[in-house]
């Protein structure tokens, strides 16, 4: 339990010394707690010793009164330093957390580790906030108050003393196994707690498809067996505790009986007097109860243990290394000389997630304000492409470069300047337009967010809402169409006006209505910029100046559609398919990308 304890001290980090401080009040606290009935034993004493008068009794009772004063003062300000403490601990905590995350590769959130994320954040973190730090101190009061108990057995006499030492000796066995359980069962308890987490977010997001066909009665079932699962697991844990609390407390009693024994014997062997009997009865019965409320609340420390061991997982995984000092360098004017750098470049690109590999020696240009088409089969690769230029995830080998620099050697953030990216899931956060269209440039005007909105198409609907701008709109922009979440995600992109817009077929899932609308926005979006487009339209891909179609994980083909459409190939056969079943017309027409 110490070990676990000195584990705490050092997660707890610059406000060890406060916690450490607050030991010292437990200290104080255990000391003036016993302090009345040492006084007690003194006032008997006296009184068998027929020394006792009136101004004996009169200051006893004004030292009791002082001892109960400075015990609770000791109390409180030992609960005010380790609760205070916790609370600010675990708050660090959560930031620290979030700036972790900010810097993991996206592939750490598509890998399930959205339930542990959660779980971590909320049932780890709230235990060790809520139901440890709070009692760290108190349970080290308990061993202090332990040996100030064994302290006044010693001044009774010695083999009361160490007979005492003998009962809490034999307990340590079963305190082992008490530790060695809880820590077995709470590792369990905390994995369920994150498997329920898991199933709640699943059923919760899937709830629509789950009404829709009817899987209700299923559905449910499953998330019933996972609370019912999590009961289990919690019964199991307590359990657990009982057989070896049981030994522990057994020893105790008889620890007690023997003291008494031990004592009467010493008194008819003339070893002490019959007055240290009744001292002895003063407390005998507690002698050994702070040493029973340590080990009753130790389990707690067992389960903040597997709660540590979960956070440090997660503060574990490897960020996406962020030590670069370059820039990059800023956009030329047009009519640049041959051999400038291109704006996007992937040379010899290999990556993989984990043992998979994805992209086998994949080598791109794109230059200034053109517009490139990914295309192919799904799961080729056209999305990591976007990714790896976002800086998601990093090459496996290879370079990704912008302007002529390899994007690990500028920082993430001068990366994410100079991109944009709009896909076809829009999430919006639960606060205000205004806050949300902002989000493109924190530091953006006033009147610059609502210019941002009249480009995006968004303004009028806006206008129309309950409160303008500063309508709160539901967490995921639940309570806006798709059409009108995708205009703000783009009045969000305008604002940023980052050099490089990456697309990923943005009106894919909108109706009609809206579709002219965010074509509109994105024409106002693309004006002048270098695009990156994840195509599935052939209207869009028609136009684009270079098309690279993307399949297994290298560059099957790439060229123009004219130049690609004269070739057998993938591209072809996709052309023809989407000629046929859609009816595609090749009138040219000015269609904006995406």
Not at 89 to 113: I, Q, S
Not at 393 to 402: C, E, H, K, Q, Y
């Amino acid at each position: 339990m110490i070990a676990l304890i000195s584990r705490i001290l050092k997660f707890s980090g610059k406000y060890r010394g406060r916690i450490t401080l607050a030991f010292v009040f437990a200290l104080l606290k255990a000391i003036f707690l016993r302090g009345p009935v040492g006084l007690a034993f003194v006032v008997l004493r006296r009184f068998y010793d027929g020394t006792a008068d009136a101004t004996l009794c009169l200051r006893i009772g004004i030292a009791i009164v002082v001892c109960v004063a400075l015990q609770t003062l000791f109390q409180h300000i030992e609960n005010k330093l380790q609760a205070s403490a916790g609370f600010i601990v675990m708050a660090d905590k959560r930031m620290e957390l979030g700036a972790h995350l900010r810097r993991l590769p996206m592939g750490y959130f598509t890998e399930g580790n959205i339930g542990k994320i959660s779980a971590v954040l909320t049932s780890d973190m709230g235990f060790v906030e809520n139901n440890c730090m709070t009692v760290l101190a108190d349970l080290m009061g308990y061993l202090f108050a332990q040996v100030i108990m064994v302290a006044f057995l010693l001044v009774f006499n010695i083999w009361l003393a160490l007979a005492a030492v003998v009962v809490i000796a034999a307990t340590q066995p079963f305190a082992s196994w008490l530790r060695k359980g809880a820590l077995r069962e709470s590792a369990k308890r905390q994995q369920q707690q994150e498997d329920l987490t898991n199933a709640s977010l699943d059923y919760i997001e899937g709830i629509g498809i789950t009404k829709a066909y009817n899987l209700l009665g299923e559905k449910s079932k499953e998330l019933s067996d996972s609370f019912r699962e999590t009961c289990r697991v919690n019964l199991e844990l307590e359990k657990s505790l009982i057989p070896p609390m049981t030994w522990v407390n057994s020893v105790f009693g008889v620890g007690t009986a023997v003291l008494i024994a031990l004592s009467l014997f010493l008194n008819a062997v003339d070893m002490i007097p019959a007055i240290f009997i009744v001292g002895v009865l003063l407390f005998v019965f507690d002698v050994f109860a702070p040493l029973k409320s340590f080990y009753g609340q130790s389990p707690r420390l067992t389960v903040m243990n597997s709660c540590l061991d979960r956070l440090e997982a997660v503060f574990a995984e490897k960020q996406l290394p962020d030590e670069g000092k370059d820039r990059i360098p800023q956009q030329s004017p047009p009519g640049r000389q041959a051999g400038d750098a291109a704006e996007v470049e992937f040379q010899d690109v290999t990556f993989g997630y984990g043992d998979k590999d994805i992209f086998h020696g994949v080598s791109f240009s794109l230059e200034r304000n053109k517009m490139l088409a990914l295309v192919g089969p799904s799961g080729g690769g056209k999305t990591t492409v976007a990714n790896l230029l976002a800086r998601f995830w990093d090459v496996g080998s290879g370079s990704v470069r912008i302007r002529g620099k390899d994007i690990r050697d500028v920082p993430l953030s001068d990366v994410m300047r100079h991109i944009s990216m709009v896909f076809q899931r829009v999430y919006l956060f639960q606060d205000t337009v205004y806050n949300n269209i902002s989000m493109g440039r924190p530091d953006a005007t006033e009147a610059e967010i609502v210019e941002a909105a009249k480009k995006a198409r968004c303004y009028d609907f806006i206008m129309a809402l309950p409160d303008g701008f500063q309508t709160v709109i539901g967490e995921g922009g639940a309570t806006l169409s798709g059409g009108e979440k995708q205009r703000i995600s783009i009045a969000r992109c305008i604002l940023k006006d980052a050099p490089i817009v990456i697309l990923d077929e943005a009106t894919a899932s909108v109706d009609a209505d809206n579709e002219s609308y965010i074509q509109e926005a994105i024409s106002e979006l693309c004006r002048g910029k270098t695009l990156l487009v994840i195509a599935h339209r052939l209207n869009t891909i028609r136009y684009a100046d270079k098309i690279l179609v993307v399949s297994e994980g290298t560059i099957a083909q790439q060229g123009t559609h004219d130049v690609l459409i004269e070739q057998p190939g993938i591209y072809r056969d996709f052309v023809t398919a989407r000629e046929t079943s859609r009816g595609w017309s090749r009138r040219r027409t000015e269609t904006s990308p995406g």
